[in-house]
């Protein structure tokens, strides 16, 4: 029989941070921090164990929000070091409180009411954790009466108590089975710690296995959750928490995950998490409604990616655990040391200054390259220094969702939204949603007709084409067919070496309103240096955008007015952020409109006035059935239709690049519609050979060699081939 001691003393270990050295100076900031916020807590506490901000009358949320107070509080009551470490007063009245939530508020004679998550995760989540936290401080009696109401709303992985015909996917059933876990620790229950493992298997969950539709991890790196909604920063972080949290439990155990379908998750680290984290910050284009909760900001998010990355090393096998040591280490060391540290609890402080302080770990450089998320309509360009990323949707990725009183002013978010990182970490996380102006994102065409407040529903909207394709791994054709509520637009994005070239056309309006293109809308003190056909913000980079307007301007509103959530409702205070915005006007009910812009990351003044005067990158054509750019041997082109762009035809519609170097041609071809079954490439110039291609490739070598590709079944991914070209003839020599 395996020691349940030894296993609660993991639980406590991962909970508290362990047998630490109290007089560590690095621990100083941790524990004055729980100290501290215990401390409030118990001070805040009414003589009837509640909190006047937390009203428990037919609120669940407010009942979590309790349960997790509780639960804080038990944690410093378990660490040492805390000012309430071991204290049998402050014991005792967290006690007294979770009799008094079981007795009224949360036993098993409950019927669920409101939001299902806050009875079947929330509540259980931190009920658990505390049970563990409180040990031998709860007799018999109250230990079997809180596990009952766990087992009441939470009896396993796979199952909705308030809803036993649907079943968990993604990150619900990752919750589950760390409350499970946590539930078999505090109850010494075998068969529980079982359920737990066998849980994250159940492959109805998309947890250890891909999916092909709805929630959970895709081959191609996506993350999805509610059906449609690209969530790996919201949704996808929590299953990785959870998963880390249920893996390190349950290491060394009988009951030790061993399930090599693990690895989906393992592999997800570097997959589908590191390309959206940038220097520390998990990029908002993946955490949805999240993106409004005040507490819950990039920088959050990323803390709370690095932190579950670190438990995920503890526990992983090589080569995941070193690696994960690395990427980790460089995320804190370029989002400044400091920053992380002067967030993180005990048990975090524990495990993020162990790697920092090995010489023998490396950080990981940010990623460079260019990242395609077919199946949740995302794309990411990183570069040395700065990072780029487009927000598209379609007919099967939701353009926003807009629950629980969150994100009323979503509108616009999957219309072509772009985020633009460089050094300002700030940009997104600081007092950016609430104040922005929504209607004004950048990327986005929209037109200026007032919009009503979303309330509880998530959109899709009816175009096919949403995606696009990659080269190398380097470089990036995406495109964006615009065909919701306000104007039609087709657009295409080209992300090169030290430019992101944008192209806009077909843009036609109707309604009687003005038709705009957002280059860009930044929350800044800088002011903008505005030259003939150019612009340049200092910290940002330069804009080369013929015709546009700009406009400085301060804007103050409150994150109340974006999220009202039970548990994430914004503060009532003003905020106020002074904005640089850049915008093309296409006019009253616009016809086939246009716009060109590039933008220059991280360039000079200097730099980008030489940009506007020696067009480096040149528009190769930019009408409603070809968008096409030439730069330096490369043709990155989005084809709406069959045709010819510089002398390469297409017939059919696809994303194209076609770079020639080095005596060889590589090409890369797309279909983010998802509805052409083929498509042949006619190249400009000829090629003696194929080097290498894909097996759904075929290539006819000539004077014009045609590259014909399998496009049917794809799921948008990208197809290439590498052709030789002719060699020049030897001086003097025949055939």
């Known amino acids: 029989m395996h020691d349940f001691d030894t296993l609660r003393a993991t639980a406590l270990d991962l909970l508290t941070g362990g047998d630490i050295d109290t007089s560590d100076p690095v621990y100083a900031g941790p524990l004055a921090r729980l100290s501290e916020r215990a401390g409030g807590w118990l001070a805040a506490m ?42 049998d007063a402050v014991a005792a009245r967290v ?4 009799d008094l939530l079981y007795e009224r508020h949360y036993n098993e004679r409950l019927p669920e009411t409101g939001n299902w998550w806050f009875w079947e995760i929330g509540t259980p989540a931190e009920l658990g954790r505390a049970c563990v936290l409180l040990g031998g401080r709860l007799d018999t009696g109250r230990l079997e009466a809180y596990l009952g109401a766990i087992d009441r709303f939470c009896p396993d992985a796979g ?29 010494r229950s075998a068969a529980k710690l079982a359920a737990a493992r066998d849980g994250l298997s159940d492959v109805r969950g998309g947890v250890f296995h891909y999916v092909e539709s709805g929630d959970g991890f895709y081959r191609d790196g996506s993350f999805i959750q509610h059906g449609d909604v690209a969530y790996t920063g919201s949704y996808g972080l929590s299953l990785l928490i959870a998963v880390a949290g249920t893996l390190a439990l349950l290491h060394g155990s009988p009951w030790e995950v061993t399930d090599p379908g693990r690895a989906v998750v393992l592999d997800a680290v570097e997959r589908s998490f590191a390309p959206f984290v940038h220097d520390g910050l998990l990029m908002d284009t993946v955490r949805g409604r999240a993106v409004t909760r005040q507490r819950f900001s990039d920088r959050v998010a990323g803390h709370a990616a690095i932190g579950a990355v670190l438990l995920l090393a503890r526990c992983a096998p090589e080569p995941y655990r070193g690696r994960f040591a690395e990427l980790a280490k460089g995320w ?22 162990a790697v920092l302080d090995d010489k023998t770990i490396e950080a990981a450089p940010g990623p460079v390259g260019h990242f395609v998320f077919p199946s949740m309509d995302r794309v990411v360009h990183r570069r040395p220094g700065w990072s780029f990323a487009i927000s598209l949707s379609s007919r099967r990725v939701a353009a926003y969702e807009a ?36 209607y004004r994102l950048p990327g986005t065409t929209v037109d200026t007709r007032e919009r009503e407040d979303l309330s509880f529903r998530a959109d899709r909207p009816d175009n096919a084409w949403a995606g696009g394709a990659v080269l190398e791994g380097r470089y990036g054709a995406a495109a964006m067919e615009l065909t919701g509520a306000g104007p039609r637009a087709r657009k295409s994005w080209f992300c090169l070496d030290t430019a992101v070239v944008a192209l806009g056309n077909g843009i036609t309006g109707s309604g009687g309103h003005s038709v705009e293109t957002v280059v860009e809308n930044r929350a800044t003190d800088a002011e903008p240096y505005l030259g003939d056909g150019w612009a340049h913000l200092a910290g940002v980079g330069g804009y080369v955008m013929e015709g546009a307007h700009s406009l400085v301007e301060t804007r103050t509103a409150r994150w109340r007015d974006i999220n009202a959530g039970e548990d994430t409702r914004g503060a009532s205070r003003p905020v106020t952020r002074r904005y640089v915005t850049f915008w093309f006007d296409h006019g009253v009910d616009p016809v086939d409109a246009s716009y060109s812009y590039v ?25 409603p059935l070809v968008q096409a750019v030439r730069m330096r041997g490369l043709l990155a082109a989005t084809f709406w239709a069959a045709g010819e762009v510089d002398g390469v035809r297409v017939d059919a519609p696809c994303t194209l690049l076609v770079r020639r170097a080095g005596g060889r041609v590589v090409v890369a071809v797309a279909d983010p519609s998802r509805t052409i079954d083929a498509v042949t490439v006619t190249l400009d110039r000829p090629a003696r050979g194929v080097a ?14 045609a590259v014909t590709v399998a496009l049917g079944g794809s799921l948008g991914r990208t197809h290439t081939a590498e052709l030789s070209v002719y060699a020049p003839r030897s001086p003097g020599g025949g055939r």
Not at 95 to 98: D, E, I, N, R
Not at 422 to 431: E, H, S
Not at 692 to 705: E, F, L
Request: aromatic letters at 8%; hydrophobic letters at 35%; a neutral charge.
């Open 599 to 623: 933008l220059l990351p991280n360039a000079s003044r200097e730099r980008t006035r030489a940009f506007r005067g020696s067009r480096p990158i040149r528009v190769a054509a930019n009408t």
């Open 46 to 87: 009414t003589p009837g164990l509640t909190w006047p901000d937390l009203p428990l009358d037919d609120s669940p949320g407010n009942v979590s929000g309790s349960y997790g107070r509780l639960r804080r509080i038990a944690t410093a009551w378990a660490t040492p070091g805390t000012a309430q470490h071991g204290d």
């Open 403 to 438: 629950i629980n009183g969150e994100n009323p002013h979503g509108w616009y978010t999957g219309d072509g939204m772009t985020y633009l990182y460089t050094g300002d970490l700030d940009q997104f996380g600081d007092g950016f949603w609430p104040t922005v102006n929504p």
């Open 692 to 705: 290498q291609a894909d097996d759904t490739v075929s290539v006819r070598p000539g004077g014009h060699p």
């Open 332 to 353: 804190i060391e370029r989002g400044g040391r400091g920053s992380y540290l002067e967030r993180a609890d005990v048990p975090e402080t524990r495990r993020a200054v």
């Open 159 to 187: 199952r909705r108590a308030g809803n036993p015909a649907a079943c968990e996917a993604g990150a619900n059933l990752a919750d589950k089975a760390y409350i499970v876990a946590l539930r078999g620790v505090a109850g």
């Open 95 to 98: 006690v007294a409180a979770l």
